[in-house]
């Protein structure tokens, strides 16, 4: 089982360049997610999807691109890298459905640095 | 908004005895989840326990329960016989469900050490 894979692990970027971080599930799963992780403050949600075509904002949207054209991907875009934006990121999915409490299923993660 | 607080950023157990992790969340809503993970140092996420907000039940997992006061909105953590393998940072998370936005909200996470 594969499960949530997110690529690449580590990557270290110059201000202004622009990215993508992989994500991809072999689980069906309807509802996937990015997060970011910084120090002292928890798991902050980028952006989320409940579908192929469909996705939304979360609380830290700004600087940060989604698209979900399959179920199983949902790539995340930087288009101009800022130093801000030094951080973990982590790729989550689960099952959707009223009445299903389906905790998310994570990524390892990608630790992404900006000179 | 719904928001997620952990009040604690850090704790310490001695080998074999229990700890209790607060969390307390706020929200208008009545249906909903709630979760604790652990992130060990391999940074992995690991879900512990879940709680439905319509079951009064308190969720058990092994040495892990939790103490749920909907009214309060307060969602514990008790780690029972703490073991070595439970040193990591545990975080609170919430997720909403009747207003179909499906977003999770994690608070800032715990960090548990533990004292052999």
């Known amino acids: 089982n594969a499960g949530v894979t997110q690529t690449p692990k580590f990557q270290v970027l110059k201000t202004g360049q622009s990215m993508t971080l992989q994500c991809a599930q072999d689980?069906?799963?309807?509802?996937m997610s990015w997060y970011r992780q910084d120090p002292g403050m928890g798991l902050r949600l980028i952006h989320y999807s409940v579908g192929a075509g469909i996705t939304d904002q979360g609380e830290v949207p700004n600087g940060y691109n989604v698209s979900r054209s399959t179920t199983e991907d949902f790539p995340l875009r930087l288009l101009s890298a800022a130093p801000s934006q030094t951080s973990v990121y982590f790729c989550?999915?689960?099952?959707?459905?009223?009445?299903?409490?389906?905790?998310?299923?994570f990524g390892d993660g990608t630790r992404l640095s900006i000179l | 908004a719904q928001t997620v607080t952990q009040s604690q950023p850090e704790m310490s157990v001695q080998e074999a005895e229990t700890v209790t992790l607060s969390c307390t969340y706020d929200?208008?809503?009545?249906?909903?989840?709630l979760f604790w993970y652990k992130q060990p140092p391999s940074r992995q996420m690991i879900l512990v326990i879940r709680q439905e907000a319509y079951k009064q039940q308190n969720a058990t997992e092994n040495r892990f329960s939790v103490n749920f006061q909907k009214a309060a909105k307060s969602f514990s953590l008790k780690i029972s016989d703490s073991q070595l393998g439970d040193a990591a940072m545990y975080f609170c998370a919430y997720r909403s469900e009747g207003s179909g936005t499906y977003k999770y909200i994690f608070g800032t996470g715990t960090r548990l050490k533990v004292l052999a």
């Open positions: 689980m069906n799963h309807e509802y």
């Open positions: 989550a999915s689960s099952l959707l459905g009223r009445g299903y409490n389906q905790p998310q299923h």
């Open positions: 929200t208008s809503e009545s249906d909903y989840y």
